[in-house]
T-cell receptor, first 115, second 110 residues
Framework: GAVVSQHPSRVICKSGTSVKIECRSL??????MFWYRQFPKQSLMLMAT?????????EQGVEKDKFLINHASLTLSTLTVTSAHPEDSSFYIC???????????FGQGTRLTVV | DAKTTQPPSMDCAEGRAANLPCNHS???????VYWYRQIHSQGPQYIIH???NNETNEMASLIITEDRKSSTLILPHATLRDTAVYYC???????????FGAGTILRVKS
């Protein structure tokens, strides 16, 4: 199946710094990618829809100025957590769909720890 | 997207079939039923999807009722590696976001 890759898989940063997470579709082009966040023992929560060449669409309650999304090419979307705080520590996951009416493929996730 | 209802947890003996139910009584005619699973600390993995007909692939079978208000995911011979959280999701076609519910924790026991 199609492959979606995230980098890094794990990151630890200091409070107040910014962290960038990359999501790449390795063998297909994706005009739309999705970013999720998952806290321990909870389900995935959709944060935003990343649209190639245009602004991302954020879900209600997600701060767009804190979670910056850039989708500059058909194979790469980035999520930047700005001025990270300990409460931003979470598992961040991206997904993309290669073709209409087909399954979405997910990255392996990025474990962010803010200390 | 239609809301789905799944039991919070299920146990299954290794080697036996695991049958995971899902209710989606408000599903629309153009919404597909998707199943994913998530093994601890990994991204979700696609299992199977369908619209009206039953589907089978190398991982599982999907049985959708005639009125499409419910479905069952069947893992024919569960192994310990099938222990995961299983999510049933309904969504419309291409590009639409997947909204995850709580899912079912399946524990396969030896």
């Amino acid at each position: 199946g199609a492959v979606v890759s995230q980098h890094p898989s794990r990151v630890i940063c200091k409070s107040g710094t910014s962290v960038k997470i990359e999501c790449r579709s390795l063998d297909f082009q994706a005009t739309t990618m999705f970013w999720y966040r998952q806290f321990p023992k909870q389900s995935l929560m959709l944060m935003a829809t990343s649209n190639e060449g245009s602004k991302a669409t954020y879900e209600q309650g997600v701060e767009k100025d804190k979670f910056l999304i850039n989708h500059a090419s058909l194979t790469l979307s980035t999520l930047t957590v700005t001025s990270a705080h300990p409460e931003d520590s979470s598992f961040y996951i991206c997904s993309a769909t290669p073709a209409p009416n087909t399954e979405a493929f997910f990255g392996q996730g990025t474990r962010l720890t803010v200390v | 997207d239609a809301k789905t209802t799944q039991p919070p947890s299920m146990d299954c003996a290794e080697g036996r079939a695991a049958n995971l139910p899902c209710n989606h009584s408000t599903i629309s005619g153009n919404e597909y039923v998707y199943w994913y699973r998530q093994i601890h600390s990994q991204g979700p993995q696609y299992i199977i999807h369908g619209l009206k007909n039953n589907e089978t692939n190398e991982m599982a079978s999907l049985i959708i009722t005639e009125d499409r208000k419910s479905s069952t995911l069947i893992l024919p011979h569960a192994t310990l590696r099938d222990t995961a959280v299983y999510y049933c999701i309904v969504r419309v076609g291409y590009g639409n976001k997947l909204v995850f519910g709580a899912g079912t924790i399946l524990r396969v026991k030896s």
